[in-house]
């Protein structure tokens, strides 16, 4: 049994846990079904024993290397994103799809032509596969999972959470709480006061109001906010909500029966009571590892193919007027944390002695080669960098620097659930409304990258790949 002072572990502690844990499950699954194999297929292999045949080479090789191919299947699984919110039932439903896709991809990779002599056999041999990789990865996440949800019902390693709202809805969130305490991954933390209902709730449970959100968020480290006021009002809803989304955390609210009719909840948002998330955000964990990981594969391999291309535009730049040759500036990215840009320098040096400016088509500050290079965004090749650096996506929002960010929200404060991704080097704005080179444009085109988070796929940033290939082809760059 786990130590009970593991899970006061920092999350990457727990997650190399859980790998270890999948890594030793795995290789004893292995060694158990190559034991089994041997004897299914004793009359087809070149082996007189069970000890040969499990000390041969490739027997040794595959001991290894197959633990490995099953971690990368749980990785990409979306299995080893959030440790503290593990369940039971959550493991078995992991651990039954991530074995079927593996079984079928292993046996299909390794053993298929290893006995040509035997293929009524591999029926056999499958489910037998999936069996003894099922039972053992299942014992060892139990091992894991139980001293966590033990821990969680003694209310400890849990996820905070704050109710926003003290009325009617407020008191009965608090009554739907308790009889779902089968899942304690969470735990509610007290209600914050809006000033604009009757408290229906116990005083005591009542730790704050709006004005005190931030701090309370910051001592109590809150991962999500839940909203449960009782007005109709859609401005003053929209006004409460804005208030919410400056924390970049996840907001949600019990769902009504309309939301449940239009089809707009799901059913496992919080101890499988129906909610709606009002922090749109449509990727499952497993889309953003694999859009992750095509990020960085894809920016690795045109940061090398195009290098030659890189070094033509470096010495055209620098013969084109005097000045660096890469341009640095300072954006906000995901969840507010800043990090700087890179682009190949189009505007003359000291172009902004005044303060920040927002370019234009014409803009005298953009040099000759400069205004080449944003004709066909080759500008923007050194973002690569920033997207293998892990500070961008390929497909994402635009990043924007504080100066106009702080000028945005004072119009459109919802422009902080974009914060809620990776900004992107494309965007689904980008492609619909283009460059914007006022503060009134870019929050015209922040309209379509809410649309964007609402349908975020791994197909719909194919297509807007594509359809950034478009503009570029054409010289419809700016």
């Avoid at 041969?56 to 080893?80: E, N, Q, R, T």
């Avoid at 929200?409 to 809620?420: C, E, G, M, R, T």
């Amino acid at each position: 049994m786990l130590n009970p002072g593991i899970f006061d572990m920092n999350d990457k502690k727990k997650i190399r846990i859980y790998l270890l844990f999948d890594f030793l499950s795995a290789f004893i699954a292995w060694q158990i079904f190559s034991a089994f194999r041997f004897d299914v297929f004793r009359h087809t292999i070149y082996f007189s024993t069970l000890t040969a045949f499990m000390l041969s080479s490739k027997a040794i090789w595959m001991s290894f290397l197959v633990p490995l191919c099953w971690l990368v299947i749980y990785y990409f699984s979306g299995y080893y994103v959030h440790p503290r919110r593990k369940t039971n039932l959550g493991d078995l439903l992991n651990t039954a799809i991530c074995a079927l896709i593996g079984v079928l991809l292993l046996f299909f990779l390794i053993i298929v032509d290893d006995y040509p002599e035997g293929p009524d056999l591999y029926y056999e041999i499958i489910i037998g596969f999936f069996a003894i990789q099922f039972i053992c990865t299942w014992i060892f996440r139990l091992i894991q999972t139980g001293p966590l949800i033990y821990h969680q019902s003694k209310g400890r390693y849990c996820v905070p959470i704050l109710i926003v709202g003290t009325g009617e809805n407020a008191r009965r969130a608090l009554g739907e709480f308790n009889p779902y305490r089968s899942n304690f991954i969470y735990q509610l933390k007290g209600f914050i006061r809006t000033g604009l209902e009757k408290d229906m709730v116990p005083s005591e449970e009542i730790i704050g109001d709006m004005n005190q959100l931030g701090l309370l968020i910051a001592q109590y480290q809150v991962e999500e906010l839940i909203f449960a006021i009782d007005s109709r009002d859609p401005d003053t809803t929209q006004q409460l909500l804005d208030q919410c989304y400056v924390y970049r955390l996840p907001v949600k609210a019990f769902a009504s029966k309309q939301d449940i009719l239009s089809g707009k909840v799901s059913l496992f948002s919080l101890f499988g009571i129906p909610m709606i998330n009002l922090t749109p955000s449509s990727m499952s964990e497993w889309q953003k590892i694999i859009k992750s990981f095509f990020d960085r594969f894809v920016s690795s391999l045109l940061l090398i193919v195009l290098s030659p291309l890189y070094l033509y535009l470096a010495i055209r730049v620098r013969m084109d007027s005097e000045g660096c040759v890469f341009y640095a500036q300072e954006r906000v990215g995901k969840k507010g944390r800043k990090f700087k840009i890179y682009k190949f320098r189009t505007m003359y040096m000291d172009a902004e002695p005044d303060g920040p400016l927002l370019s234009s088509v014409d803009d005298s500050r953009v040099t000759p080669f400069g205004r080449f290079m944003r004709k066909y965004r080759l500008d923007e090749l050194p973002q690569f960098w920033n997207v293998l650096k892990g500070d961008m996506s390929l497909v994402g929002p635009r990043p924007e620097r504080q100066y106009f960010v702080d000028r945005i929200v004072i119009k459109a404060p919802h422009y902080y659930l974009i914060q809620s991704v990776l900004p992107g080097v494309t965007s689904w704005g980008m492609v619909k409304f283009g460059y914007a080179d006022t503060v009134e444009k870019m929050i015209r085109r922040l309209e379509y990258d809410i649309i964007y988070l609402e349908n975020q796929s791994l197909l719909i940033d194919l297509k807007i790949l594509v359809f950034t290939i478009k503009p570029l082809l054409s010289g419809n760059g700016q």
